[in-house]
């Protein structure tokens, strides 16, 4: 993804995904690097950066019928500074106003 950069990978989702009627994102916490989701069970070095994630997100989400999400590996214990839960949060905010901001203008 680094090397083709998130535009790119963005385009290749929306246009596998597109046709579909429904789209339900399934996203791992542990795609981000341990610098910003120390908590997970299998920490990614050298993973995405927050930053990295929400922009593919603001890509796709909109371009697709996203009809629901979850957020998988957030291991709390494992993260003293709940910087992992913070990201998840960050994530789960800016989903919803994606999806409202769909909706209000009723695409």
């Not at 090397?3 to 385009?11: K, L």
């Not at 981000?32 to 994630?53: C, F, K, Q, S, V």
Request: without cysteine.
């Amino acid at each position: 993804m680094i090397e083709r950069g998130i535009p790119a990978v963005a385009d290749d989702v929306i246009a596998r995904l597109s046709h579909f009627k429904n789209v339900y994102i399934t996203w791992d916490v542990d795609s981000l690097d341990p610098a910003y989701a120390p908590g997970t069970g299998t920490p990614n070095a050298g993973g995405l950066t927050t930053r990295e994630l929400l922009d593919l997100f603001r890509r796709v989400v909109p371009a697709l019928n996203v009809r629901a999400m979850d957020i998988v590996e957030v291991s709390p214990p494992l993260d003293h500074a709940d910087i992992t839960t913070w990201a998840a949060i960050k994530v789960i905010l800016e989903v919803f106003g994606m999806l409202q901001n769909k909706w209000y203008k009723g695409k």
